[in-house]
């Protein structure tokens, strides 16, 4: 029996679109090495026309960031009766929306970092709260617009007030947590390996550590005690489910241990939309669990759905 005709939908308009043609296209690649017949959609306005026109069997999502991740392809998928791949409309906005989805996983018994939502101009007057502290936009990914301000820093962060700030006026400003960056991947229901993320030559975490080869150092399954290892695997399940995600999603961890092994473990966030780059998290902790790129993509094929 011939494979699906896979679209997939990469690009778009976001400032995550470099990432996400890198993921479409590697997506791309495999998924034809698999056997199926793909065509690769570079997202514009007049997307529902092309994908009308090319009529897929399925549409798997490799988009990033507002209008890829938040809902609105997603809603589009729906309206045309595309199946499509990762999280629906639902999920896909509560999670990109950074405080709508800690109130969600709060309410889920889920532990987060006390936080607050500000406009960007009222936080460079005055600190709002004692530092460390992180500013973040609201609702956008690969860490862009990440400022931290460290213990015993004395002014604000300027940086939030330039004139070529393009993350939106509404940020988020949350307690700094210290310690491991710890992630965990779920497919489907299952709870895959724990990764530590240890950037290499950065602070923390941010663009350069995620896409640049050799930035950041993939530990899989992270060297933590095995209670906490469990705990983050129940932890993002429960934050998966908790937000109605389907397919893969991502949860992200800080835990710190400077003072004991139990320490204290804060959920951070959840991405449903997890990058499918060279130098990506997913395909790395799916490979500890035997799985290979391909068969991870094909499965994500095979699973995909309307009424998401």
Sequence with gaps: MA????AVLMGGFSSERPVSLSSGNACADALEVEGYRVSR???GRDVGQVLTELSPDVAFNALHGPFGEDGKIQGILEYLGIPYTHSGVLASALAMDKELAKTVAKAAGIPVAESKIMNREDVVN??????PYVVKPVAEGSSFGVVIVREGQSHPPQAISAGDWSYGERVMVERYVHGRELTCAIV??????VCEIVPVG???YDYDSKYVPGASKHVVPAEISPKIYQKIQT????AHKALGCRG???S??????RFSEDGELIWLEINTQPGMTPTSLVPDIAAQAGHSFGELLSWMVEDASCSR
């Design 252 to 257: 992200d961890f800080r835990y710190d241990d």
């Design 3 to 6: 494979k699906k005709h896979v």
């Design 248 to 250: 893969v999603s991502r």
């Design 41 to 43: 959609v570079d997202v």
């Design 188 to 193: 489907g229901d299952v709870a895959l390996a």
């Design 126 to 131: 005055t600190h709002p709260m004692k530092p």
């Design 202 to 204: 950065h602070s923390f």
């Design 235 to 238: 932890l993002s399940l429960k």
